[in-house]
């Protein structure tokens, strides 16, 4: 009987979110972007040690000048440090990003849940308010938000968030349909759960995995929303740095200080970039039938 | 087909209603008075009681959302306060010139996305397929005004072959319209290239594997006839139908690149009519844009409708 059990092959049990992880850690895209993700992070977390310069700083001597020992990225059109606005914009990149799909999750995830989970005329009239919104183009509807409530990094990121509302609702409202049908939610009903409790307990938890994807993804268009945003003037408001401003500026500037356009744009270009390469991976590693 | 086309049409009602009130409610989010803000800087009493009257603000708000919707049923979209004309007018005017820079920027899109998609679905895990992954991600991930600006940089301030900025009117001089659409019309199309590659990949992946195309091949046809007339053909019907959907895509890139390159169109109206709170501009533009895109979307699917035997059968 010993031998047996020595002869048979034993396999590791994993539970179902370290069979994620494991994938996940095999796609070598989404961990280069998950690294990427994790520097500008610790950058944004640590910019007043790491930036060379105060950002605001102004230097008359220090005029436009190319990158050299002193100011790596070069200086701006007041002498300001290129090198510190853009470790200190990726502040307000970064806050964008995370705060306005915060917004979009906290609205998106109930109100998805309440048209699916209830159905009837509530997801009708959800689902009409979701086409209406669905139907103005995301920027857009984020400039015209952002235009009314008027120019800041807070308007600019509520302007983000609730643009992207609609994907979401869209999202949990049809994963919830799905799963509503299955027969643990109607073990659960048949054993007398609430309402509440049922898609709560039962159904919210097993809806999730699409919304992370859909979240990671987000954020990367977050990260372009917000910087298109202070790059026509309606986010982060001068002199606080921010990647879209800084373009904005340097565009008058492109013919003798391009150094002024470069960093920004590789900054915006490289933290999107990861973050699709992270969804991109987090999709792949939660459906592998997706690959 | 007409049924269809019935049921279709009876969707669009609601939600043009609902983005009729979402576009309304955009103004009650003007903190105050809106006659004030809408006054201007000036805010002279006559222009704010003027206002009030013109607006019915002293009514009720649905009294005062029927009296909108019914002006924008007529046509009557308000009036720019700035430049003093009817804001219908102003889109108007402005509309062929967005118009020409995204027609020529889906014609790029197509081209690049369209043939990156085959190449990579054909050389599927070739270094080519990696090559094609790789420019859809460049294209998703670049912000479109940054491109604008390194490209400036490189075709005008460097090279000194095209201008940096504005805009020609084909009619006046169409080498020098080109001249001055080919970059922004670049840029624009780039992440819809990316976009069109990823369903054009997708869709030949899901053709090339079946039944019909395995027959064409054991025809003995030629590999170019099968994937060009037999695959493509069918692959792009999906395609064409979802890449209609990138036109919000195009429009809220059409306000970065016009900016960019000043290019007096329907992006950089919005933009200018935000600057100079010019708040009736702003809500007559994304109520077109919105009512464009519903129309573009029904159209979309009726052309899918058409295009596809089996949906028409059914």
């Known amino acids: 009987m010993a031998t047996l059990a020595a002869d048979v092959p034993v396999f590791r049990e994993f539970t179902p979110g370290q069979r994620v992880l494991r994938r996940l850690v095999r796609r070598r ?33 220090a005029v436009r000048k190319a ?41 998106g995830i109930p109100i998805g849940l309440l048209a699916g989970y209830v159905g009837g005329w509530i997801d ?49 409202r049809a994963q919830v349909l799905a799963v509503k049908v299955e027969d643990y939610v109607e073990a659960a009903r048949a054993v007398g759960n609430s309402h509440l409790r049922i898609a709560l307990r039962h159904v919210l938890p097993n809806v999730v995995a699409p919304l992370i994807v859909q979240a990671t993804l987000a ?63 987090l999709r792949d590693a939660l459906d592998p039938r997706h690959r | 087909m007409f049924n269809y086309l019935v049921q279709r049409l009876a969707t669009i009602v609601p939600t043009l209603f609902f983005v009729s009130i979402l576009i309304f409610g955009l103004q009650q989010l003007l903190p105050g008075d809106p006659a004030v803000i809408l006054a201007g800087e000036d805010r002279d009493p006559s222009v704010v009681a003027h206002l009030h009257e013109k607006l019915h603000l002293d009514d009720p708000l649905p009294v005062r959302y029927l009296y909108w919707a019914g ?88 090279l000194g072959w095209l201008p ?12 020098a319209n080109l001249a001055a659409m080919i970059m922004p019309a670049f840029v624009l199309g780039n992440a819809i290239a990316a976009v069109l590659m990823r369903h054009t990949r997708s869709a030949m992946l899901q053709v090339l594997n079946s039944d019909y195309v395995r027959t064409a091949r054991a025809k003995g046809l030629d590999e170019r006839v099968v994937i060009l007339k037999h695959a493509l053909r069918n692959a792009l019907i999906p395609v064409i139908t979802l890449g209609a959907l990138e036109f919000g895509t195009l429009l809220s890139g059409a306000v970065l690149t016009e900016q960019v390159f000043t290019i007096p169109g329907f992006g950089k109206l919005i933009v200018d009519a935000v600057f100079n709170r010019d708040y009736a501009v702003v809500q007559g533009v994304v109520l077109f844009t919105a009512t464009a895109y519903i129309t573009l979307n029904l159209l ?9 035997p089996r949906l028409r059968d059914q």
């Not at chain 1, 982060?236 to 013919?255: C, E, F, H, R, V």
């Not at chain 2, 090559?131 to 940089?153: E, K, R």
């Open chain 1, 219 to 281: 954020i990367a268009a977050a990260v372009i929303a917000e910087a298109s945003l202070s790059f026509l003037g309606l986010g982060q408001q001068p002199p606080a740095p921010s990647w879209g401003s800084m373009l904005n500026t340097a565009k008058n500037y492109i013919d003798n200080a391009p150094w002024m356009a470069v960093w920004p744009g590789l900054s915006i270009f490289l933290l999107v970039l990861s973050f699709n390469l992270l969804g991109d991976g």
């Open chain 1, 124 to 172: 009708a009239l959800i689902s009409r308010i979701t086409d209406a919104m669905l139907a103005c183009p995301f920027l857009i509807l984020a400039i015209a938000l952002a235009a009314f409530l008027g120019p800041s990094l807070t308007n600019a990121m509520i302007a983000i968030g609730i643009s992207a509302t609609p994907i979401f609702i869209r999202l949990t």
């Open chain 2, 300 to 308: 979309a699917d009726l052309a899918y409708f058409v295009v596809n």
């Open chain 2, 164 to 175: 940096a900025s504005g805009y020609v009117s084909p009619f006046e001089d169409l080498k």
């Open chain 1, 29 to 61: 895209g989404a961990m280069a972007g998950l690294a990427v993700v994790v520097f500008f992070v610790s950058v944004a977390l640590l910019a007043p040690l790491v930036a060379p310069y105060d950002p605001l700083q102004t230097s008359w001597s």
């Open chain 2, 71 to 158: 002006g924008v049923l007529r046509g009557d979209l308000g009036e720019s306060q700035r430049i003093q004309k009817p804001v219908l007018e102003l889109i108007l005017e402005k509309l062929p010139v967005t118009l020409e820079l995204a027609l020529i920027a889906i014609v790029i899109a197509l081209s690049i996305g369209i043939t990156a998609g085959i190449v990579s679905a054909v050389a599927k895990d070739s270094a080519w397929d990696y090559a094609a992954n790789v420019f859809a991600l460049w294209g998703l991930s670049t912000p479109n005004f940054w491109l604008g600006i390194m490209l400036i940089l490189l075709f005008s301030v460097t």
């Open chain 1, 67 to 107: 990158p050299s020992a002193m100011h790596i990225f070069g200086t701006d059109e007041i002498g300001r440090d290129v090198a510190a606005r853009a470790i200190y914009g990726a502040r307000a990149s970064l806050l964008a990003g995370l705060v306005s799909v915060c917004i979009s999750l906290s609205l």
